[in-house]
């Protein structure tokens, strides 16, 4: 099973090699997705997306340091408002806001090994891969102490729910040529293109990486209440407001029919 498994991958991997991106460097990534489009309906409760691919060598597979993957899932990323509330005169108040300039809705990272083992923090500084990294907070007021603890507060609350995780050791690595791993969507994921991020490491520095997306969307009745609610609110409030009605009047006839019997 474990054979017809890898050669399923292998021919999936090497059909997509004309699309591949020409990478500068001896090994180079091909990958695949077992959906590039995660549709999001009235029933929709998540998704998983299986990532799988191989590596493009022309040259022998080197001795030195093994070969890692790190994949990373990034939803949109717009700002997010981040407010302090201190305890005055028996009532918690407002006291201080930062803007979070960029924080992902969704975000997931996903190694073959350990995450400081497959990656230094100098090449983590560049690509901006780690959780703590991918969000942006350059905007806090001089007068405002401890701004990085704002963005500290969006990444626990966000991995509280499952939005942000680390999985590490979730990626598996054959012969130093195959990998392949499975991110879990939660259900309330944002509409948007979730950035793909696939990086080859060697020695914790990157000597590959490849990029493609992932297209969210609700679809369906979802979309047509998303739509309605957003371009035609008063349409969109006259209409609950007959189903309420019509749901209350069908109730009361129900139990009227109910006593009468």
């Known amino acids: 099973m474990r054979k017809l ?7 999936a991997a090497l059909a997509l090699l004309p699309h591949t991106a ?4 001896k090994e180079e990534v091909v990958l695949g997705l077992s959906q590039d489009r995660v549709a999001i309906t009235a029933t929709f409760d998540g998704s998983e997306i299986l990532v799988f691919g191989a590596v493009k060598r022309e040259t022998p597979i080197p001795q030195d340091d093994p070969l890692e993957v790190v994949v990373a899932v990034s939803g949109p990323a717009p700002s997010v408002m981040v407010r302090r509330k201190e305890k005055k005169l028996g009532i918690w108040v407002n006291v201080d806001s930062v803007l979070v300039d960029s924080a992902p809705a969704f975000y997931a990272v996903a190694t073959s090994a350990p995450f400081n083992q497959v990656l230094t923090d100098t090449e983590d500084l560049r690509y ?9 907070s350059v905007g806090a007021a001089m007068h405002i102490r401890g701004a990085q603890a704002f963005a500290d507060a969006v990444i626990r609350i966000r991995e509280k729910n499952g939005l942000y995780s680390l999985r590490e050791n979730t990626v598996a690595v054959d012969e130093q040529t195959l990998f ?6 939660p259900a309330d994921l944002t509409e948007g293109s979730y950035q793909t991020r696939i990086f080859l490491t060697r020695g914790g520095k990157v000597v590959s990486s490849y990029e493609t997306a992932i297209d969210v969307r609700k ?8 739509s309605l609610s957003r371009e035609q609110p008063f349409l969109y409030g006259l209409m609950s407001l007959a189903i309420a009605i019509a749901a209350g009047w069908g109730a009361s006839a129900a139990f009227s029919l109910l006593r009468n019997r």
């Open 22 to 25: 020409a990478q500068a460097g």
């Open 5 to 11: 498994l890898l050669s399923a991958l292998t021919a």
């Open 219 to 226: 679809v369906g009745l979802e979309k047509f209440l998303y």
């Open 180 to 185: 392949r791993t499975a991110i879990e969507m």
């Open 128 to 136: 901006r891969i780690s959780i703590k990294r991918a969000i942006r």
